[in-house]
T-cell receptor
Framework: EPEVTQTPSHQVTQMGQEVILRCVPISNHLYFYWYRQILGQKVEFLVSFYNNEISEKSEIFDDQFSVERPDGSNFTLKIRSTKLEDSAMYFC????????????FGPGTRLTVT | AQTVTQSQPEMSVQEAETVTLSCTYDTSESDYYLFWYKQPPSRQMILVIRQEAYKQQNATENRFSVNFQKAAKSFSLKISDSQLGDAAMYFCAYRRSKAGGTSYGKLTFGQGTILTVHP
């Protein structure tokens, strides 16, 4: 069964460093998302991406964040200068089309900023 | 803005018994979708069940069913014949209908309910 994959599973970085989190969505999906979950808190929407552009973003998704689909398979989230409060689990998700269709989530990348 | 509230931080149930997890939401939209996601210790989010707001009939998926009360903005999840594998964090989530605005799928999640299943 097709699945969303994410790499790395765990990333440790120092404050101020740039990180890139990678996701490979399901191949025939057209909508892509990033969410984050700070430990013990709820899952929060960051950004959605469709047709090679951002379709919606939250207040969390400020100028330090960017997303890219550099080729036909990868979908990346870049944090330019990490802060301690960026430590969280980051989930990528994809869906075939919009509407009530299921968003398939990846296993997540745990980002630890020291 | 839409909000989703899960008032039960933790729930427990005996194996083979039934448990109901509560969820309320606030929206001014008339058309939307509601979901329950399961997050086991592996942390991967798995869709359990979905409900379209325009459908009056409550969704059912095997042992999982919902009680959708649109006027009360309530969306509870009932798990029947609970199994040890049901132990997880459960999230209620809301999504606007695309017809109701420029939404491309943003899910708004509740705080989650940790479900423990006792053998």
């Amino acid at each position: 069964e097709p699945e969303v994959t994410q790499t790395p599973s765990h990333q440790v970085t120092q404050m101020g460093q740039e990180v890139i989190l990678r996701c490979v969505p399901i191949s025939n999906h057209l909508y892509f998302y990033w969410y984050r979950q700070i430990l013990g808190q709820k899952v929060e929407f960051l950004v959605s991406f469709y047709n090679n552009e951002i379709s919606e973003k939250s207040e969390i998704f400020d100028d330090q964040f960017s997303v890219e689909r550099p080729d036909g398979s990868n979908f990346t989230l870049k944090i330019r200068s990490t802060k301690l409060e960026d430590s969280a689990m980051y989930f990528c998700a994809s869906s075939r089309i919009s509407g009530a269709y299921e968003q398939y989530f990846g296993p997540g990348t745990r980002l630890t900023v020291t | 803005a839409q909000t989703v509230t899960q008032s039960q931080p933790e729930m427990s149930v005996q194996e083979a018994e039934t448990v109901t997890l509560s969820c309320t939401y606030d929206t001014s939209e008339s058309d939307y979708y509601l979901f329950w996601y399961k997050q086991p210790p592996s942390r991967q989010m798995i869709l359990v069940i979905r409900q379209e707001a325009y459908k009056q009939q409550n969704a059912t998926e095997n042992r999982f069913s919902v009680n959708f009360q649109k006027a009360a903005k309530s969306f509870s999840l009932k798990i029947s014949d609970s199994q040890l594998g049901d132990a997880a964090m459960y999230f209620c989530a809301y999504r606007r209908s695309k017809a109701g605005g420029t939404s491309y799928g943003k899910l708004t999640f509740g705080q989650g309910t940790i479900l423990t299943v006792h053998p």
